[in-house]
Each structure stands twice: as structure tokens, then as C-alpha cells.
């Protein structure tokens, strides 16, 4: 718990600068951001900021976005080291090799991706919106990455189009942790409760869910829903938020030990520090930053 001072102390420094934190932070700076979500309310949040300063809670992606959205204003993270291991999954190379091999096929890549890839995308996604992006393109062939399990849930609800995962096993590390067995005997213990699992989970595990979601996603579903009870698939700042927010209702991780390590690199301390001292800027290549921008603003636009 925060004290009546340290808020204080937060309210003063944050007078130019607007705090947004993903929904895995540590709860004491979801506490005091201006916006928490999910990567797609993120670049929401971040198209809609009025303060020199930005102060992104998050993994290398998100703030990238951000900057990317905010090209006259300084984006700062409590580390610069916190690159989300997925992103790393995909290098370029890869992405312009897939284009050589299918020249008729669109590329959609998961927004969880470094920006000299992405640049080389048609349209970024996140998991909220993946299945509508990949829906409205004309293309029947997409080259789809990093994460294969999200190709998966996208696959199964396009039916007409093919996906081509690229690399072919991307994922992510604390969502492979999620295993069958664990929504089995979620389940045995608590039968009344709805099961949310996010997309970055495997089929074997999607296919025991009542909901595949993004983290916001499940937030509106637990809000939406008339159960009292829900098995959390996904990183564990999630259960934080949604027993903040919701008090009335059970919640539990569907495993305890799925744990981001990249997004708790940004601690209390850290995160004073750069909202006082304001060092740790995000930096971008302007030659990849225009053609980053161009899939990023695709997104946007169709999923308005
Ligand atoms: P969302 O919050 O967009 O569902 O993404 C989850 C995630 O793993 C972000 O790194
Ligand atoms: Fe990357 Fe997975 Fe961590 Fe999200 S939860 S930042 S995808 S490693």
C-alpha cells in the first residue's frame, strides 16, 4: 500500500507527465498511472496525450508505440532493458525471407515485435483485435508472427484464409507455462467459475476455455458476466487489477507461477527514478520509425 505521502509525491511529479502501464505492472504503479490496458488501449491511450512527458510502464513494444504515436514528446521507461522475449523471436530477415517465398500474401504481425520487422508488415495486431484485422484484408494468404499460438486462435475463426506462422514456433514464455492440467484442476476446484484464457496460450489449453481474450478483454468479460467466480489464464498483474476493480468478485490465477519476468524489471524504485530524474528515453531510428508508423496507423485505423 501506498502512503498518503508517497501519492502526494507521485500527484507533484507527474504534473507534465502521463503515466500508462500495461496490465501485468506491479499493482503500486497501476495504482497511480493515468491508464492501464491492454497493448491495444495502450496505442489508444498513447494517441491521446497532453504532457511533454510519457512515462511507459510496459515492455520495449508498447513504448515504442508510443513513441512512434508521440513524435514530439519524450517517452521513458523505469528500463530500458525490459524487451519482451517474444519480440526478440522475429528478426527481420525473417519477415522479408517469407515475403520472397509468398509474394501474393499480406503481412499481419503481432504488435509484440521489434520495430525493423514490423516495418517490413502491412498491419500490425494485437491480440484483442487480430481475428478482425486479419478478417478485413483482401489478401487469402497471411504471413502471420511471432506467436504461433495466436496464429492458431486466428486460424480457427478465418476459415478462408491460410496463416503462415513466421517463425514457425514463436511464443511467448510465461503463456507456455499454462498447461492442460491446470484448467482441469482450476475447474475441479472451482466448478461456478467462468475460465479466461488469452490467446497466447496453447490450442491444447485455448480449447478449455469459456474465453479466449486479451488482458482488457477479460477485465469487460469478469464486469460483463454474471459469474461470481473466474480462473485467470494469463500473467498474474492481471489478478491484481481485476480484485481491484471488482471486489465483489473471485479470482484465480490459473498458475501462480506464470510470472513476466521482463515486465516486473520495472520496480517501485525504478519508476520514482525516472519520474524524477527523466533519463531513460525511448530512442528511434527515424528511417524505420516512418515505415514502423505506417503498419501501426493501418492497425488503428481498422480497428477504430
Ligand atoms: P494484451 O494485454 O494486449 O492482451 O497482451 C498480453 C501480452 O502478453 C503483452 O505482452
Ligand atoms: Fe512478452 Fe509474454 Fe512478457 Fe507479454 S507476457 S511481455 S508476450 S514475454
New binding site residues.
Given amino acids: 500500500m501506498l502512503t498518503q505521502e508517497v501519492l502526494e509525491e507521485v500527484r507533484e511529479l507527474k504534473r507534465d507527465c502521463i503515466v500508462l502501464a500495461?496490465?501485468?505492472q506491479i499493482p503500486e504503479i497501476q495504482q497511480v498511472a493515468d491508464f492501464v490496458g491492454?497493448?491495444?488501449g495502450l496505442c489508444r491511450a498513447a494517441q491521446r496525450i497532453d504532457k511533454p512527458y510519457i512515462l511507459f510502464c510496459g515492455?520495449d513494444f508498447m513504448a515504442e508505440s508510443a513513441a512512434l504515436l508521440n513524435p514530439d514528446k519524450t517517452v521513458l521507461m523505469p528500463d530500458l532493458e525490459a524487451h519482451?522475449p517474444m519480440a526478440a523471436q522475429l528478426p527481420a530477415k525473417l519477415v522479408r525471407e517469407a515475403k520472397e517465398e509468398h509474394p501474393d500474401a499480406a503481412v499481419v504481425l503481432y504488435i509484440?515485435t521489434r520495430l525493423e520487422a514490423r516495418a517490413e508488415a502491412d498491419v500490425l495486431c494485437?491480440?484483442?483485435n487480430a481475428v478482425r484485422i486479419v478478417r478485413s484484408l483482401p489478401e487469402k494468404k497471411i504471413i502471420f508472427g511471432p506467436d504461433v499460438n495466436l496464429a492458431w486462435h486466428v486460424q480457427r475463426h478465418v476459415r478462408d484464409k491460410e496463416l503462415i506462422p513466421v517463425p514457425e514456433r514463436g511464443h511467448?514464455i510465461t503463456h507456455l507455462l499454462f498447461k492442460p492440467e491446470h484448467v482441469k484442476r482450476a475447474r475441479e476446484e472451482h466448478p461456478e467459475a467462468e475460465v479466461l484464457i488469452?490467446p497466447?496460450c496453447t490450442p491444447e489449453v485455448q480449447l478449455l476455455a469459456d474465453h479466449i481474450c486479451?488482458?482488457?478483454q477479460m477485465v469487460r468479460r469478469a464486469k460483463e458476466s454474471s459469474a461470481r467466480e473466474f480462473i485467470v489464464g494469463?500473467?498474474v498483474g492481471l489478478v491484481h487489477r481485476l480484485r481491484r476493480e471488482l471486489p465483489e468478485k473471485r479470482f484465480y490465477p490459473l498458475y501462480e507461477g506464470a510470472i513476466c519476468r521482463t515486465m516486473k524489471m520495472n520496480t517501485w524504485e525504478k519508476f520514482m527514478k525516472q519520474l524524477r530524474e527523466r533519463r531513460n528515453a525511448v530512442r528511434i531510428d527515424p528511417e524505420i520509425a516512418e515505415r514502423a508508423m505506417l503498419s501501426l496507423q493501418r492497425m488503428l485505423e481498422l480497428s477504430a
Fill in positions: 500495461h496490465n501485468y491492454d497493448s491495444l515492455v519482451c509484440n494485437t491480440s484483442a511467448c488469452h497466447e486479451s488482458t482488457e494469463t500473467e
